[in-house]
């Protein structure tokens, strides 16, 4: 899978650009500010229909336009297609297939697929647990587009059943009676929506872990193949009967929900365990692991995402946004070995040195809202 175009109207700091891009390698560069990695941004969010860097679309719209346009042909297995997202901030998104309007934009994830690679990367290690959660459903959606769905129905079901929860809390009589009655409905609702993304994870986890090790071997020096593993920690006692088992575990909080106005048991509350060592005696990465453990982690995190998509029959369109800058030469060297194959690689970089010579490819300059293809 490769894109071939790229088409944006009013998206970040572009008013009209397009830029032609081939197989292989090509590199972004510029310096800071310049919009070399509203390019790649633009490429990741048709694979998602979310950015990497901000949480809503808002900010992906140009100052003073009211909507943008990305819009990419794509070629898969020799077939090309045309994608195109209109994003309208405060109001519903539009996608089109090769000029035919969708009737959610949410059927085109999957369509494309990517994974980056940004110095952002950190907080998957780092951050909070919903950085973790993000990362796992993130890669979920893209295997299974369909459970694109079932994450935004999650999201709908907690989000009422919260604001029932804080009702319920301070009602009092027949008042109370009335909600703890549609509470039930919503319990029900998460637990089965709550339970197939539960399913999901875990299974993910387990699809995920032996490519990890690989990965971490490969970026961190003198790292065994073991030295590093992925643990899925629920907020369940996990087994056959996952509904039941989130049905049983919101009984047993009822009163401390109640009193929290919050819900305390599904996927929402899970953590994904990062650990290092060996295997008789692994320590979190957070907290115990160096700089450079945690970097080597991370980028582990996302070639190991890579592998996996690639076992699974496709080839993601690999991004590279400004990593080389954090690395020294040895792990530039070693990470470009190890993405050098894959059908198109996208790197952002603010000096040319700062890329490997076998990822040096088609290289663009970009300045001033221009992007200049550098022969």
Known sequence: MHVAHLTLHDFRSYAD?????????????????????NLVEAIDYLSRLSSHRVAT???????????????????KEGRPALIEVELNPGRANRARINR????????????????VFSPDDLTLVKGDPSDRRKFLDDLLILRSPRLAG??????????????LLKTAGVARGSSRDAA???????????????????????????DLRPYLGKAYEAVARGASRDAADIDYRASVEVGDNLPQALLDAIAARRKEELDRGISLVGPHRDELLLSLGDPQLRLPVKGYASHGESWSFALALRL????????????????????????????????????????????????????PASLQGVRYLVADGQVTRDD
């Open 17 to 37: 650009i397009d830029v032609a891009l081939e197989p292989g390698a090509t590199a972004f560069i510029g310096r800071n500010g310049q919009g070399k990695t």
């Open 57 to 75: 679309d808002a900010p992906l719209v140009r100052a003073g336009a009211d909507q943008a346009i990305v819009r990419a042909s794509v070629v």
């Open 100 to 115: 035919s309007p969708l009737p959610r934009p949410r059927e085109i994830v999957g369509l494309v697929r990517t994974v």
């Open 150 to 163: 079932a994450r935004s129905d999650y999201d709908r079901v907690l989000k009422q059943r919260n604001s």
């Open 180 to 206: 703890m009655s549609t509470l039930e409905i919503w319990d029900d609702n998460l637990a089965r929506v709550g339970a197939e993304i539960l399913g999901a994870r875990l299974r993910l986890v387990e």
């Open 304 to 355: 190991a995402s890579y592998d996996l998509l690639r076992a699974d029959g496709d080839d993601p369109i690999l991004v590279l946004d400004d990593v080389f800058a954090e690395l020294d030469a040895e792990r530039r060297q070693q990470l470009a070995e190890l993405v050098a194959g894959a059908e198109q690689v996208l790197v952002t970089a603010a000096v040319a040195a700062d890329v």
